[in-house]
């Protein structure tokens, strides 16, 4: 191994032996960058790697393009797409585009999320500025597939640890009383229907709007989630839902009192909520047109219409849902995904919990069955 400088072109050459035993050198304008080559190369020589091409050429917007290019419907929904793309364009490639993918270096990253402002000059905030980061993460994570780097320097710091910086759980969920969301849903007009149906089902706003008549069976009080609507650059995508995997809610009778007048008459392909001229509900429309005003009107504190989910999920544990009910009904992918979210909510009931075990547990009897049986008394064991 040595880093040495050439004389006829001037430019510093590492040489490396890979596990093969053949020798492998490189040329670099900077003694930095021909010693950080070397040390890349001495690691993957340890884990038995040949070592990697240098290709000085791809600019990380080159990388990025390839990247982008790649994802497909089948694996992202076209709104993630979507969102990558104009996080790439927005905050990542005006600051990184130039930037060789070898020549991003830890520090310099931390820094830039530390610091990183919109279109105001303001700082922006640490959700926005995390969801950034991941993008460029991830373009990073293309340059290292392609063997452009070694570590991705957006995920790890120069002693090789993990520091991508983390946006906490959230804990400032919004829940509705039920009083509150009949006021909200009594404000929204023509749309109240709509607004009283997210509050009690907890569908995604994109999962509401592409319901067809269909999807309700009204003897039976369910309703089959199977898809979404994703809106990107105006235009209306049907795709799975977010899980990928369709789900049956049994609705409350006040929900499918509420909407029976939606279903009566219809064909079965009509959408079930449409605006007042028949036509698709757009979320940005909906919410400067209707969710706004009738937030303000109801008198409430700024609201999002995410919020709506939040609402049904506290309403159905206030109702004594427990946590797998609770997951089922909002299409989580695990028990533990609902825990994270609500975990809070659960926590607050488990005084009425104790309560109900009380009377299980009252004067020593143990109801199973329709039974009662008396609980033996405990031996104590000498130690």
């Not at 585009?97 to 922006?124: C, E, Y």
């Not at 710091?157 to 991508?164: E, N, P, S, V, Y």
């Not at 994703?230 to 499918?256: C, F, H, M, N, Y």
């Not at 757009?282 to 609201?303: D, E, I, K, M, Q």
Request: glycine content about 8%; proline content about 4%.
């Amino acid at each position: 191994m040595s880093v040495q400088k050439r004389a006829d072109t001037g430019k510093w050459q590492a040489r490396v032996f890979g596990p093969d035993g053949r020798r492998y050198s490189r040329s670099f304008r900077t003694k930095a960058d021909a010693q950080r080559w070397e040390r890349e190369q001495v690691i993957r020589a340890e884990k038995g790697e040949s070592p990697v091409a240098h290709r000085g050429g791809d600019t990380l917007t080159a990388v990025a393009e390839k990247w982008l290019t790649s994802l497909t419907d089948d694996s992202h929904r076209p709104k993630t797409i979507d969102g990558y793309r104009r996080l790439w364009k927005g905050l990542v490639e005006p600051t990184w585009g130039g930037h060789k993918p070898r020549n991003i270096q830890a520090d310099q990253v931390r820094s830039w999320f530390s610091t990183m402002t919109g279109h105001t000059g303001k700082v922006l905030s640490l959700s926005r500025r995390k969801q950034a980061l991941q993008v460029l993460a991830m373009i990073l994570d293309e340059a290292m597939r392609e063997g452009l780097i070694l570590r991705n320097p957006a995920r790890t710091d120069a002693l090789g640890r993990i520091k991508t910086p983390t946006v906490p759980t959230a804990t400032g969920h919004r829940y509705l009383t039920a009083l509150e969301l009949r006021s909200l849903s009594a404000c929204a007009g023509d749309h109240g229907d709509l607004v009283f149906f997210l509050g009690t089902t907890g569908l995604r706003f994109g999962e509401a709007t592409a319901l067809t008549v269909a999807d309700v069976d009204v003897s039976k009080r369910t309703l089959t989630v199977s898809k979404s609507v994703s809106e990107v650059d105006g235009r209306r995508l049907i795709t799975a839902p977010k899980s990928g995997k369709t789900r049956t809610l049994v609705l409350p009778q006040a929900t499918l009192t509420r909407i029976s007048h939606l279903i009566e008459g219809r064909d079965t392909t009509d959408l079930l909520f449409t605006t007042r001229t028949g036509s698709p509900i757009l979320h940005g429309n909906f919410y400067n047109r209707v969710w706004r005003p009738a937030v303000t009107t109801a008198g409430l504190n700024p609201l999002r219409i995410h919020d709506l989910r939040h609402t049904a999920a506290s309403l159905a544990v206030a109702s004594g849902a427990n946590v797998k009910a609770v997951q089922a009904m909002l299409g989580h992918a695990s028990a533990a995904m609902t825990l994270d979210r609500y975990a809070g909510l659960f926590t607050d009931h488990l005084e009425a919990v104790a309560d109900r075990m009380d009377v299980v547990l009252a004067d020593g009897e143990w109801h199973e069955s329709g039974t009662e049986s008396k609980i033996a008394p405990i031996k104590r064991i000498a130690l």
